[in-house]
Nanobody, 120 residues
Framework: VQLVESGGGLVQPGGSLRLSCVVS????????MGWYRQAPGKQRELVAD???????NYADSVKGRFTISRDNGKNTADLQMNSLKPEDTAVYYCNGIIVRVGAVGTLQYWGQGTQVTVSS
């Protein structure tokens, strides 16, 4: 199972970016997908997650600015980030809680991360 992120980059304060995550491999079901971030010198934190029934959860710091979505048919999860602030600068990681072929129960997988830099 692999998770591959795309869409990071440099953006000015107030701008927007859209991150995408694609899950590939021998998957039976993706229970939850989420986006985490880690800024230099800080712990990795949850930004937003979404279950397979579409229910979502957001960190207080991004509520009203970020929107997570997923396409169960394509095994993808996107994070639309609007009104970006310098404090949103971090490496963003895609996370999946996945049931895969040949495994018992769920396993957690991570992408390699994509850099988001918000600066003028």
């Amino acid at each position: 199972v692999q998770l591959v992120e795309s869409g990071g980059g440099l953006v000015q304060p107030g701008g927007s970016l859209r991150l995408s995550c694609v899950v590939s491999g021998s998957i039976i079901r993706i229970n939850r997908m989420g986006w985490y971030r880690q800024a230099p010198g800080k712990q990795r934190e949850l930004v937003a997650d979404i279950s397979n029934d579409g229910s979502t959860n957001y960190a207080d710091s991004v509520k009203g600015r970020f929107t997570i979505s997923r396409d169960n048919g394509k095994n993808t999860a996107d994070l639309q980030m609007n009104s970006l602030k310098p404090e949103d600068t971090a490496v963003y990681y895609c996370n999946g809680i996945i049931v895969r072929v040949g495994a018992v129960g769920t396993l957690q997988y991570w992408g390699q991360g994509t850099q988001v830099t918000v600066s003028s």
